[in-house]
């Protein structure tokens, strides 16, 4: 079970304090520039919390400000020390660390901050006496400075800043400097007299960088012992040298497979080299490499028995003479890791899934290129077994998704492998603070490119709705209204994207359904539905966006008044019109008038003899059972709760539209199972309720992946699997077997909205083959039985029982109770009992205007709910 142990006290001081500098640390000085309280003193610990904390929140929170001189706030080493940060990204620019120069930095780690130019190579020599750890990874254009030169007039009128590459600055006076990374460092920088002042590096990060001649290494032959040379290609000069780098116990000399083409190829040679010179070695890294047949023995030879890291017993043959298992071993796409005996303790590969985590936890920081593959091997594994170290995987994908945010293919195979990794199966493993932290990722991928929307959509899908996105509520809704602009043609997406509006509504206050109505959400869906009637389409997005007006309107006076304001009762008119034959469109669409009905402010706006006529027509209708007709005399009833006075038209009569109403009601089965438009999302993890089936979403064809020759090559436990996984075409059938919304079963659909076979995606995937060949996944937190929604309130209801002046709406209220008391007891009597409207049918069974078969009726409900004892029963609903 998950442990949701709470946020620690500095973090949750670190957290406010940095989401409200001008009131804590420090104050604006002329309204701009922060400067810290001359009082306070914040000692390293907490300074480089701040720090890193920031540049964090910067990175990873939606809703977080950056502030132009946050860094001045650490100017002063007499009231701020810092030691040990780490910045990334263009958040930094060069006058941030020119306001920190004056800080004994020990550590500083500057990550793909593109933005610093040469002007920040003379504020690194302000820590040049305490620098111990240097990181300049990614930096491409920290060797650059702006020149305008004379006689450059005409590139310079196209280009007024002519950049010039620094050639001169050497790390000369950084004499402690132990740690270097200048990986991705930009083509020219003359690598070799930059580091020729270090005498005693002790770990060096070249990757990417190409030297034809390392011999420049071996002066640190007696003290270097990490040295990673990832993407640099090598030759047997290379070889030659590293194998004189005595000290060495981690070496890495992978690459991408994919970036170019390399010459070098590993052989038995070299890995015997390795092992003989470098006694001390721990750790290796060959990932990419191509390597020779014979480095590894046959399978027949291959030791019986248990897997083995006992290097006599090793798999591939040079490693036999390894001393002692290597702690960490690098065999990500190479043919050596589905290898059986492989003498390390831990290695990344694509074999399984510890190799498929390893990998992902080895290279997520400064490789998404193949962090991005080992990713998509993990959503293979998630989509097809059980994840077996689910809470590391789901640990790994957030900072994966955290750290390049920006990166469209970590994006997408992220987002992918989210859905399968927080479905109901593993649900009782994650805590609150973990679900949070995935839902924060997201929304990110959301915002960032539309490419992964359709992935994170479905993904939100795993969560109960609105609860655990509630602390994010407007950003979600924000983000489903820009996806269900009606200019995107992507069917399958806008969708999801209804179903997850509806949901958001369903079940929240009214204050965030005005919210939301205020955010554009009536209009939005009124649009849709304008664009559906345009192309002359009734799909599940139109009958799924009368539905989502349906329950935004619920007891929302404004919202209600908004869908007349704009054109609603047009749209209504023209669905019917256009769509005669659409029965669940229409139970959505009178829905929705019975919540405008029930204002009486808006009521005279339904009052015309057009809508009168249509909605006593609609009274005969039978459409899903009584529904539409129910719906329809609804409305009726509250219009007539008026009284005469208010009736003003003259077609059709009053008495007619009454007597029309008194036969509907009468044909109507009192034991009708109801479709009601409250509640449609079950948050019970435990599956459905005794005698409801569960409901299935399609979700497997849905899924966007980055183009195929930017993946991994397929898993050899299903070779198929990266055929069937694309961006889907608009064309395609919606994700869903049926809508979110509880008042349609979730059916398979038939006609022209069914989806059609898809060759591969027939792959079983947490669930049963449909009987059209196509996966079904269960989907945690819906429920289909239209049943298991609830009324919230019965007071629309029984604000028409104590009342003379419409018998017939009085009829129809009691008939309405005395239906969902009969047929949903456990529900509905408790809730009757509570709202007191018992005393209000006893004091309706005394009225001389009542009719004697509302009376009857009214007492059969009376005594349903005399059957329970009201201090057992729980009304806490």
């Not at 941030?96 to 120069?101: G, K, M």
Request: proline letters at 6%; a negative charge.
């Amino acid at each position: 079970m998950a442990s949701d142990t709470p946020e620690s006290l500095m973090a949750l001081c670190t957290d406010f304090c940095l989401r409200n500098l001008d009131g804590t640390l420090g104050y604006l000085l002329d309204k701009e520039t922060l400067r810290l309280h001359p009082d306070i003193f914040l000692p390293s610990e907490i300074c480089d919390r701040l720090v890193n904390e920031y540049v964090e929140l910067v990175n990873a929170a939606c809703n977080f400000e950056p502030h132009e001189s946050f860094f001045s706030l650490f100017s002063d080493p007499r009231s701020t020390r810092l030691t040990r940060i780490h910045l990334r990204e263009d958040l930094v620019q060069d006058q941030d660390l020119e306001a920190i120069r004056k800080q004994d930095l020990v550590e500083l780690y500057l990550t793909n901050c593109e933005k610093l130019s040469a002007k920040s190579l003379q504020t690194l020599r302000s820590f040049s006496h305490t620098l111990v750890s240097l990181s300049l990874f990614g930096c491409a254009n920290i060797f650059y400075e702006e020149e305008n030169p004379g006689g450059c007039e005409d590139e310079c009128l196209v280009n007024p800043t002519c950049q010039v590459l620094v050639k001169d600055f050497t790390f000369e006076g950084f004499s402690r400097l132990r740690f270097l990374n200048l990986g991705r460092m930009i083509d020219g920088v003359p690598v070799e007299s930059l580091l020729r002042p270090l005498n005693s590096l002790a770990a060096l990060d070249l990757s990417g960088i190409q030297t034809s001649d390392a011999a420049f290494l071996t002066q640190w032959k007696d003290s270097l012992v990490s040295l990673v040379l990832y993407n640099m290609d090598l030759s047997d000069d290379h070889i030659r040298v590293i194998v004189q780098l005595h000290k060495l116990r981690h070496l890495d000399i992978s690459r991408d497979r994919l970036s170019s083409y390399y010459k070098f190829k590993l052989t038995r040679k070299v890995l015997s080299l390795f092992v003989q010179k470098l006694g001390n070695l721990m750790s290796l890294d060959i990932s990419g490499h191509m390597i020779l047949e014979n480095c590894s023995i046959s399978k027949m030879d291959e030791e019986a028995g248990q897997t083995s890291i006992e290097p006599s017993k090793s798999s591939i043959m040079p490693f036999r003479a390894l001393k002692r298992p290597l702690q960490f071993l690098g065999l990500f796409e190479t043919s050596l890791c589905r290898l059986t005996h492989i003498p390390a303790y831990k290695v990344s590969g694509d074999k399984n899934e510890e190799q498929v985590l390893n990998a992902i936890e080895a290279y997520t920081e400064h490789r998404p290129e193949i962090t991005s593959r080992a990713i998509n091997l993990l959503f293979d594994i998630a989509r097809i077994e059980r994840c077996n170290q689910l809470l590391r995987a789901l640990k790994l994908v957030i900072t994966a998704l955290k750290c390049h945010k920006y990166d469209k293919n970590i994006q997408v195979t992220g987002s992918a492998a989210l859905f399968y990794l927080t479905n109901s199966e593993y649900r009782a493993e994650q805590s609150v603070r973990l679900r949070r932290q995935v839902i924060q990722v997201v929304l990110n991928g959301m915002e960032s490119y539309q490419e992964v929307q359709r992935n994170c959509c479905l993904t939100l899908c795993n969560f109960s709705i609105p609860e655990e996105l509630e602390f994010q509520y407007r950003r979600v809704n924000e983000l489903l209204l820009s996806i269900l602009n009606p200019t995107r043609q992507d069917e399958s997406i806008q969708r999801i994207a209804v179903h997850l509006c509806n949901a958001l509504v369903c079940q929240v206050d009214n204050d965030h359904k005005e919210a939301v109505g205020k955010m554009g959400f009536v209009v939005t869906m009124l649009k849709l539905i304008q664009k559906k009637l345009l192309d002359k389409i009734c799909d599940q997005v139109m009958e799924f966006s009368w539905s989502a007006l349906w329950n935004i309107t619920d007891e929302t006076p404004d919202n209600c008044e908004m869908f007349l304001n704009f054109n609603g009762m047009k749209l209504f008119l023209d669905c019917l019109k256009e769509f005669p034959e659409k029965q669940e469109l229409h139970r959505n669409m009178l829905g929705l008038l019975g919540n405008v009905a029930e204002v009486k402010e808006l009521r005279p706006q339904l009052m015309t003899s057009q809508f009168i006529s249509v909605f006593s027509n609609l009274l005969e209708s039978k459409a899903d059972g009584i529904e539409v007709s129910y719906n329809a005399c609804g409305v009726l009833s509250h219009i007539m709760f008026d009284g005469p006075e208010a009736w003003g038209i003259c077609e059709p009569p009053r008495e007619e539209v009454e007597e029309r109403m008194w036969a509907a009601i009468q044909s109507w089965d009192i034991n009708s199972r109801r479709n009601i438009n409250y509640r449609l999302w079950d948050h019970d993890s435990r599956g459905p309720a005794e005698g409801h089936h569960k409901s299935h979403f399609h979700f497997s064809r849905y899924f966007s992946l980055p183009p195929q020759n930017q993946l991994a090559p397929p898993c050899p436990r299903a070779p198929f699997l990266h055929h069937l996984i694309c961006v889907a075409p608009a064309s395609l059938p919606h994700p869903c077997a049926g809508p979110l919304s509880q008042r349609a079963p979730f059916a398979e659909p038939e006609g022209p909205d069914a989806p059609p076979p898809q060759g591969p995606t027939s792959l079983l995937v947490g669930g049963e083959p449909s009987s059209r060949g196509r996966c079904t996944p269960p989907t945690p937190g819906i429920r289909s039985d239209p049943d298991l929604s609830f009324y919230r309130s019965f007071e629309p209801i029984l604000r028409l029982l104590p009342q003379g002046i419409s018998p017939v709406s009085q009829h129809w209220a009691t008939w309405a109770l005395y239906n969902l008391v009969s047929v949903y007891p456990d529900k509905y009597c408790p809730l009757l009992i509570k709202e007191g409207g018992l005393p209000l049918l006893r004091d309706m069974i005394k009225m001389a205007t009542a009719r004697q078969e509302t009376k009857e009726m009214a007492r059969k409900v009376i005594e349903h709910c005399s059957n329970f004892k009201e201090e057992n029963m729980d009304t806490s609903r």
